[in-house]
């Protein structure tokens, strides 16, 4: 069930299983629920789980080290977790560190297959008919999470796509918000990887929030067949000192 309104532009038709994955292959847009789909029609989208994009992860987590202080952090939000390839390095290198898994249920049968059911410590389903909508208004038990860092890696493209861009700022920021509510402390971070020139709302959020932003990159590479993805990837890291919540 959704709770928030969504804007009413019209629905496509659907479209065959073949012609999804073809439009996958030639790196044409997906819809929110083709991307979905995907995760049962091919073995491992945009190869996520490949060594490489692990290894690209690892290298990410080590960098980003000086700004989050992962000893420091006790969760993390793996918002679009995928297969769970960034869980699975930032739990390699600091075993610490418990992660709230979101995204499709179709995506986390992949990642229970390639990286094992115990993964995640937490996961919110999300499927054909529950959204991010409904996850502003969901209520998480109590996790015991301290510190948090909310991480959008590469997963940012169809949150509140359907949003005119004010409102779709309005959603993330209360999307954030809802995360650091999970928190005991406000010494929120957020780190964020996204090819910034296609998708600023989520930048224009976080910043909104009023952390401070500490780190913007473009060292990181990760497995895509777009050379244009990876000259716009950005890894940008935000932390939150003050008391004020
Ligand atoms: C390019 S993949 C990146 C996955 C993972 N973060 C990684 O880097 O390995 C984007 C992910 O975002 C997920 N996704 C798409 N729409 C989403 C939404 N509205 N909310 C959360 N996740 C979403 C997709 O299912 C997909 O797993």
Redesign the pocket.
Known sequence: MTWFKKSSKAEATPRADDEIVRAYENNENIT?EE??ILYTLVDDP?D?GSSL?YDSYARLIALANKYVDWHEIDWVVD?????G??TKALKDAHPHIKSLG???DT?RVAADRRFGADLFDHYYE?DGST??YDLLRHRFPDLGIQRLCTCF???TY??FKEQRRRSRIDHFARLCRRFEQLARTPETRYMLVSASHTDRAAVDAIDRLGPQLVHLSRELRVASRIEQFNAELHTRIWRRRSSKR
């Open positions: 929110r991307c979905r945009w996520l994009h918002y679009g977790s995928g297969i390839t960034f979101i995204d499709f995506a999300m959204t991010e890696i590469n997963s169809y949150v």
